[in-house]
């Protein structure tokens, strides 16, 4: 089982910053990936940025420019700096992991409940 704590929700102008936060914890093991998804109403989750446990980031277009993420050296814990948010940033964003049980093991994923982001003027 995968625990999230998930922070830095809220609301912003756009234009503005937001600094998310997760720390995850429990039966984890072989981290391949950790980093954020987001989901609007009406639409379905995508990813916005992860970060590989070789350290490569990966982050859809839309956000390239503008966000930032950062892991810690076990990859359990990520940041994902946000600036020049735009009303299209807004949503829920969940806390993503990738990992193994095992060597053997197929890869998991695990989701948190999410934190609220709404840009908004």
């Known amino acids: 089982q995968v625990q999230f704590v998930e922070s830095g929700g809220g609301l912003v102008q756009p234009g503005g910053s937001l600094r998310l936060s997760c720390v995850a914890s429990?039966?984890?093991?072989?981290?391949?990936?950790m980093g954020w998804y987001r989901q609007a109403p009406g639409k379905q989750r995508e990813l916005v940025a992860t970060?590989?446990?070789?350290?490569?980031?990966n982050y859809a277009d839309s956000v390239k420019d503008r966000f930032t993420i950062s892991g810690n050296n076990a990859l359990n814990t990520v940041e994902l700096q946000m600036n020049s948010l735009k009303p299209e940033d807004s949503g829920v964003y969940s806390c993503?992991?990738?990992?193994?049980?095992?060597?053997?093991?197929?890869?998991?994923?695990?989701w948190g409940q999410g934190t609220q982001v709404t840009v908004s003027s």
């Open positions: 993503y992991l990738k990992w193994r049980p095992s060597a053997f093991s197929r890869p998991l994923e695990s």
């Open positions: 970060v590989a446990s070789d350290g490569r980031p």
């Open positions: 429990g039966s984890i093991s072989r981290i391949s990936a």
